[in-house]
Each structure stands twice: as structure tokens, then as C-alpha cells.
């Protein structure tokens, strides 16, 4: 190495990581690291997060990637410290969020004797993250840092791990400008327009259209957004979103069906079972989406635009598949769909909109609350006041969930107007993801209201992060729907396991209270319905971090639901409506 | 063999045009070349990738194959259905250091071989029958001692089994086959 390398690893890393426009790093600090917190010590371009647990970090710098479009970064030490971050990088990964996870680790000379704190990250990850990198010369490093952020935020995103063996940030290191070049990933953006014809063609003789839109729409980008808006606008077309597509699509337009899915709408899932045409956009077709498969829109021509080629074809075959960017490929189907002079079966659409207006009549998100005072407050309520409140307030909104009954009600009694504002686990169904995930937001957006909407059970996954939000002064207000229970569980259980509550009563739970108190944040509570709004109201003005332990009906259960096993139209619907659905069979039993 | 420079925009891979059918259960063997980057941990992400996703692995073989040693090819043998196959191609298309993804069965005709080391051990007559069969397959003897051959054969797997087959009453003993090395016929190249 020549004399004139003045920098050391360390330094040259976070030469990259500034070039790559990164502002924040959440992490936490470790032996194999510690030359890295000494290149940060000395310079003030890079703010560090101090998470209090390395999970915390992964689901911090999710939160922070969702909401601004950025791509979140990790530092964690080696061993103990990666492994920690694992579960944060596998919901990374499924949920397609592009994330740089820096980890430390032994010392090149020692890596492989089972030296302390050494743990195989590369191995351990390589299937946890979308690629990974261990850096073994000093040449590589500066290089990889920049491959590590191209291969993260393009294609379908994902987490990149870059492994850094302590001598690596310790030696001096030459550095590099990122390349003009990937020599071999490069995903395609561009759509085909001849698919983009055939597309436009199929769309224009629908006489029972639909569109369903997803995350990959939020990835894309705002633009992508609205050209999905304008597009469905412009065709008149019913739309629904994936729960990881909502906000891609105002909720407050007549067009907008709801979520579909096993906690969709009625509307939803039955205009999926019946269309003739669907277009299908940056959604995968997971198994929460379609139920059983072999009933899965039967009778569709099926278009799917997504820039990740595996998720075109492995679950349902489709007649015009597009392989590119859903912004671009929604604007070329804007322009073609513009330049058609074929005409649009306008009876069939109304007819078709006739239709989905009686399902619509269902209500199926129905509820009814009990207003008198002392009421038990329904966790729906609960959800919906959440909403009409902050939304009349007029401050900007983000929400983010923990796993369970209450994630669902949200998405379905929290409505978005935008994408980038709703932030959950989707792919991976993590508890624990809500409140680090918040802190994230948060410390982008330090003036936006910041709400996580949480399970009494699972605040607990994560909530040493209370510290850190203490520490930051980060106002997140954790709003909790308190049922005592693992209530998704409880509820599988009453369907499908003869009500026997086998270890799903969250017994000895903390003073939710008290626990904010002694984490330096406020706490409240509301015991009945003529306490909730003023709750919330308080919640919303308190100018620190907020628990709010709100305790909702024990024995609800998250309607509609498709069964596991069960077609679009077999969904049960809640107590309010007529015995409906099929009921779970045997085969439905042994799926998750 | 020289693989295109690596520079070269990758093509997108094409996407199947012709309906795929999930109730069709007809399974079908692919040949499956991959041009990837010559680093640490590659095999390992292809290998990981097929016993994640339960996929089938036939046959694998894996070297570098120009001459800085930057790309290997790896050949993969694998069976499903045409669904699944389509899946392991846009799978193995989708990781970072992977150039190229060809399925030889499908894109075309191909040749494909293999090497197998045949040791068997025996005296007497079925030491010459064995001989005199090694002579039919062309297989060649590359160790020998009054007592065993290691017979060396190359071939298609068809002829590579059919000659283990015939050993099996003439003292076979060991074997190591390499797997399967393959390419299209004619001028295209992956
Ligand atoms: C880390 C993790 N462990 C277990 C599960 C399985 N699981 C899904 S929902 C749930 C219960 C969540 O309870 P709570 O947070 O109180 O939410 P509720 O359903 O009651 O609204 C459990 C245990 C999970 N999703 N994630
Ligand atoms: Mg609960």
C-alpha cells in the first residue's frame, strides 16, 4: 500500500457512507466495532442513533427507509450483536426495504478459530438479506460500501450486509467513488411497450375490471403513486391495496375498495374472485392475498407489472406479465391507454359497479359500540376515534403497528391519503417492529405526529426502545389496544382449536403507566368509552414520548377473515351479519 | 471457452410468454447453466438457494472458466414442474453476482457430459470381463494393480450409469463422477 494513505478504514467507510447522502446511522456499539465509533466520534456529518437493542436498530432504520424513500443504515458488533439484527434483516427482506446493516467482526487473521464474539455473519445472513459482503482487503472496502447501497435500493429493495473485520477499519485504505457500473446486477426498469399494448388492449375490453396495488408501488416512489391514481381515475376501475400497498391509492376515493385479503373487505375480495381483467401492481400475490389458490380469480386475464421477475408466474400464472418499475410502467400504460382509440365497455363497468356497490352495502368493517358511559370500548373505535381525531388536528401522520388484531383493525379503520405514512410488518408478521420502527420516522420526520399502534403483547418485544426514545426526546406515542390477550392468536384459537386458550392470556402485564414513567415518558389510560377521546386528545398534545394503555373488549375478533384454506368468497363475516363462509377445513388447518 | 464481457448490459431475462399451468404436475429435467462472479461464497448462495426453496439439485458442477478467473459457470441439473422451473431460473437470475442464466433444455439442443472414476476390484475372469467392457464404453484405465482398475469415462449420464450398472456384478467398488459439464450446440454461447 503506498505511503500516502492517510485514512483509516474506519475513516474511508464513512467518506462512503457521507457520499452515499447518509445523515443518520442507528446502532449500537461492540468490541469489533469500536474503531468505527472512533471515526464517528470525530466528525459531525453523520449522526448516530443509540438503539438499546440491535433488533431496535434494523427496525429503526426500516421505519426511517419507508418513510423518506432513503436507505436506512445499521452499525452493530460482531457475534452477538449481528445475530441480534437477523430478525430485523429477514423482515427487511420480505417486506423488500432497502437497508446497508454494517456489522463488525473479528480480525481477518482470526476469523474461522472461533475467536470471541465471532460469530459466521456472512453465513448466518446470506439468506436473511437480498446480498451480503465480507470485506477482506483494504482495496475492496470503499468499493463494496458503494456496491452495498446500489444493490440495496435498486430492483426490488432489500437489506445488504457488509461484514468488516476489525483490522479492515483499523489499517489504512484508499478510497474509491462509487462505480458508474454494477458489472452485473442491473435490473430492468424499463416496461416492454409491446406487453404495455397487449396490457392496454385486455384493459379496454374488461367488462368486470380490478385493479390490486401494492407495496412495490410505494418502493417505486411517490410518482409511482400518482400515476396509479391517475390511471384508475382515468379508467374508472374499482382498486384495492395489499397491506403493504396502503396509502399507494387515497382511501377516501369512491374508487378505493378497501385492504383485500384475509382481513380484507367484502368489496375487495369478492370483485378479486369475480373480475375478468386484473391488473395487478407491485403485489405478489402472497398467500394472505390470494386464499386458496386453485379459487383465486378464476376467471381473470391477469397483467402483473413487477420489477422482481421470481414474483411474476410462482403462485398464479398471468397472461401479460411486465417485468420493470411500477412507476414506469404505470406511466407507459397512462400514455398508451390515453393514445387507444379502442372504446370502453361503459355498461358492463356500471353494471360491474352496480355490483360492487351491494357488496359495498354489506359494511362489512362493521361494529357496534356500546356509547353509554362505562362502555367497554371496542379496539375498532378505539382506531377509528384515533383517526377522525388526528385527522381533524390537521398534523401530519405516520403509523406504524406491532403484529396482531390490532394491526389489522388499523388497516382497516385508519384511512391514507399518502404513501410513506403507514409503516408495518407485512412479509415477516414481527411483534416488536411498531415502536423501533417509529423511533425511525420520527427521527426523520421530528415534527410529524408518530403513533404506534400496539398489542399489549407485543410493546414488550421491543420496549427497552422507550430508553431511546427518552434519550432522543423522540415524542412517538404508543397507543395501545389492551385486550390481554396475543388476541390473533386467542381468535385462531376460538375458530379453530375448540376455544381452548392455550398459553395466550398475557398474564402479570406491566403498569403500562408507570412502565412510561419510569422510561421518562407520560402515561395514560382509558378504562371506558367516555374516556377515549379525551385520552387521545391528551396524547396528541403531550409534547413527550406517550403510552397510552387503552383497554379494549377481551373477546373481539378481526373481521372479515378468510379462513386459511379458503376461497375469496368463503369469508366469514363478523356477528353483526347473518352466519356466512365456509368454515375451515382440514387442509386449511395445517396452513399458517 | 470465453464468456461475453461482463460489461455487456444483461439482457433481461425473458419472461415466459406462454401460460404456465399450476395444476400441471408433469415434471420435466433442465439443464441449467449460470454465469456468475468468480467470489467467495457464491456457490454457497446458489446451494442455498435450491435447499431453501426445496428445490431439486440433479447435478452440480462449478469452475472458473476464463481466463482471469473472474466468472465461473456453474451447471445445474434439476427437475419440477414447468412453474418451478421457471422459478429456479428467475431465482438464480435475481442474486447479485449472477451475469447470465441459460436452460439449456430448454433454449435449445445441447451436449452434456460427464467424467466418472470407476474403481473396481476383482481377479480372474471378471478382471478381463470387466476390461473387455471398459474396451466397448471406451472408458480408459488410468490406475491398475494385479488386483483393481480405476477405469476413467466420459459420456452422457445415460452411458456413465449403464457402465456402473454392468461393474456392479464385477467388483465395483468405488465411485466419483463429476457431474455435468454443458453447452448449447452450434454458435450460441450463454
Ligand atoms: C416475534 C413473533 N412471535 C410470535 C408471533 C405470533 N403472533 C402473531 S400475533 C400474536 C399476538 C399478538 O398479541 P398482541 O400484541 O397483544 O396483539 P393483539 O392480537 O392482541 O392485538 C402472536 C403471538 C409473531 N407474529 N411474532
Ligand atoms: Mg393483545
Known amino acids: ?80 450483536g449481528a445475530t441480534n ?16 446493516c454494517l456489522t463488525g467482526q473479528v480480525p481477518t487473521h482470526l476469523i474461522g478459530n472461533d475467536a470471541f464474539q465471532e460469530a459466521d455473519t456472512t453465513g448466518i445472513t446470506r439468506p436473511a438479506t437480498k446480498h451480503n459482503y465480507l470485506v477482506k482487503r483494504a482495496e475492496d472496502l470503499a468499493r463494496v460500501v458503494h456496491e452495498a447501497f446500489y444493490v440495496a435500493r435498486s430492483g426490488r429493495p432489500g437489506p445488504v450486509v457488509i461484514d468488516l473485520p476489525k483490522d479492515i477499519v483499523i489499517n489504512p485504505a484508499p478510497y474509491a467513488e462509487p462505480a458508474a457500473q454494477h458489472p452485473s446486477y442491473r435490473p430492468r426498469t424499463e416496461p416492454d411497450l409491446g406487453q404495455i399494448a397487449k396490457a392496454v388492449a385486455l384493459m379496454k375490453q374488461a367488462k368486470r375490471p380490478m385493479i390490486y396495488a401494492g407495496g412495490g408501488v410505494i418502493n417505486s416512489g411517490p410518482e409511482a403513486s400518482a400515476a396509479l391514481t391517475k390511471l384508475t381515475r382515468l379508467t374508472g376501475f374499482p382498486i384495492t391495496n395489499t397491506l403493504m400497498g396502503l396509502g399507494c391509492y387515497p382511501a377516501s376515493d369512491p374508487q378505493f375498495l378497501g385492504m383485500l385479503g384475509m382481513h380484507g373487505t ?44 421470481s414474483s411474476i408466474n410462482k403462485n398464479v400464472p398471468v397472461e401479460v406479465p411486465i417485468m420493470a418499475d411500477a412507476g414506469k410502467a404505470l ?60 385527522r ?65 403483547a407485543s410493546i414488550l418485544m421491543n420496549i427497552q426502545e422507550m430508553g431511546t426514545l427518552a434519550q432522543y426526546r423522540l415524542p412517538v406515542k404508543v397507543f395501545i389496544l389492551n385486550n390481554q390477550y396475543m388476541g390473533m392468536v386467542r381468535q385462531w384459537q376460538e375458530l379453530l382449536h375448540g376455544s381452548r386458550y392455550s398459553e395466550t ?55 372479515p377473515m378468510i379462513p386459511s384454506g379458503a376461497a375469496h368468497n368463503e369469508m366469514l363475516l363478523g356477528p353483526e351479519h347473518e352466519a356466512s363462509g365456509a368454515g375451515i377445513t382440514d387442509a386449511g388447518l395445517a396452513l399458517v | 471457452m470465453t464468456p461475453r464481457a461482463p460489461d455487456v448490459p444483461s439482457p433481461a431475462r425473458n419472461l415466459v410468454h406462454v401460460m404456465l399451468s399450476p395444476t400441471d404436475t408433469t415434471q420435466r429435467s433442465a439443464t441449467i447453466s449460470v454465469l456468475v462472479d468468480n467470489e467467495s461464497g457464491v456457490l454457497a448462495r446458489v446451494i442455498g438457494l435450491f435447499s431453501g426453496r426445496g428445490y431439486n439439485i440433479d447435478s452440480l458442477t462449478v469452475a472458473p472458466v476464463d481466463a482471469g478467473g473472474l466468472h465461473s459457470r456453474i451447471n445445474v441439473v434439476t427437475s419440477g414442474t414447468s412453474m418451478v422451473i421457471e422459478q429456479i431460473k428467475a431465482q438464480l437470475d435475481r442474486l447479485v453476482p449472477v451475469h447470465r442464466v441459460a436452460d439449456l433444455t430448454m433454449d435449445g439442443p ?61 467388483g465395483l467398488a468405488e465411485v466419483s463422477r463429476s457431474g455435468i459439464a454443458a453447452l448449447a450446440r452450434g454458435t450460441r454461447v450463454i
Request: net charge negative; proline share 3%; with cysteine.
Open chain 1, 505 to 559: 392470556y398475557s398474564a402479570a402485564l406491566p403498569d403500562f403507566v408507570k412502565l412510561a414513567d419510569a422510561f421518562h415518558a407520560t402515561g395514560m389510560r382509558a378504562q371506558s368509552v367516555d374516556q377515549l377521546d379525551d385520552v387521545i386528545n391528551a396524547m396528541l398534545d403531550c409534547p413527550t414520548a406517550v403510552i397510552a394503555d387503552i383497554a379494549v373488549d377481551q373477546a373481539e375478533n378481526c373481521f
Open chain 1, 266 to 309: 367484502y368489496e375487495a375480495n369478492l370483485a378479486m374472485h369475480d373480475c375478468d381483467v386484473l391488473l395487478a401492481v407491485g403485489a405478489r400475490f402472497d398467500d394472505r392475498v390470494t386464499g386458496r389458490l386453485n379459487a383465486f380469480s378464476q376467471g381473470s386475464q391477469k397483467i402483473h407489472i413487477d420489477i422482481d421477475g
Open chain 2, 110 to 170: 445441447h451436449v452434456a457430459r460427464e467424467l466418472a472414476l470407476v474403481k473396481v476390484i476383482g481377479t480372474g475372469e471378471q478382471r478381463v470381463e470387466a476390461m473387455r467392457i471398459a474396451d466397448t464404453f471406451r472408458a480408459r484405465v488410468v490406475d491398475t494393480t494385479l488386483g483393481s482398475f480405476v477405469f476413467e469415462l466420459t459420456g452422457n449420464v445415460e452411458k456413465i450409469d449403464a457402465f456402473i450398472e454392468l461393474m456392479r456384478d464385477l
Open chain 1, 85 to 100: 439484527a437477523v430478525t430485523g434483516l429477514v423482515d427487511a427482506l420480505m417486506d423488500s426495504i432497502p437497508i446497508v
Open chain 1, 392 to 456: 381533524a388536528r390537521g398534523k401530519e401522520v405516520f403509523i406504524t403497528t406491532e403484529v396482531g388484531q390490532h394491526q389489522m383493525w388499523a388497516a382497516q379503520h385508519f384511512h391514507f391519503e399518502q404513501p410513506n405514512h403507514w409503516m408495518t410488518s407485512g412479509g415477516l408478521g414481527t411483534m416488536g417492529y411498531g415502536l423501533p420502527a417509529a423511533m425511525g420516522v420520527q427521527i426523520a420526520h421530528p415534527d410529524a405526529c408518530v403513533i404506534d399502534i400496539a398489542g399489549e
Open chain 1, 331 to 390: 406511466n407507459a400504460l397512462l400514455a398508451a391507454w390515453q393514445a387507444s382509440d379502442d372504446p370502453v365497455d361503459k355498461p358492463a363497468l356500471a353494471s360491474w359497479w352496480r355490483e360492487i356497490d351491494g357488496w359495498k352495502a354489506k359494511d362489512s368493517l362493521k361494529f357496534t359500540q356500546d356509547m353509554k358511559r362505562g362502555g367497554i370500548i371496542k379496539p375498532q373505535y378505539a382506531i377509528q376515534r384515533l383517526f377522525e381525531i388526528t
Open chain 1, 1 to 80: 500500500m503506498s505511503a500516502e494513505l492517510t485514512q483509516s478504514g474506519a475513516e474511508i467507510l464513512l467518506r462512503a457512507l457521507k457520499d452515499q447522502g447518509v445523515e443518520v446511522i442507528f446502532g449500537y456499539p461492540g468490541g469489533a466495532v469500536l474503531p468505527i465509533y472512533d471515526a464517528l466520534f470525530n466528525q459531525n456529518a453523520i449522526r448516530h442513533i443509540l438503539v438499546r437493542q440491535e433488533g431496535g436498530a434494523v427496525h429503526a432504520a426500516e421505519g426511517y427507509a419507508r418513510s423518506t424513500g432513503k436507505v436506512g443504515v445499521v452499525l452493530v458488533t460482531s457475534g452477538p
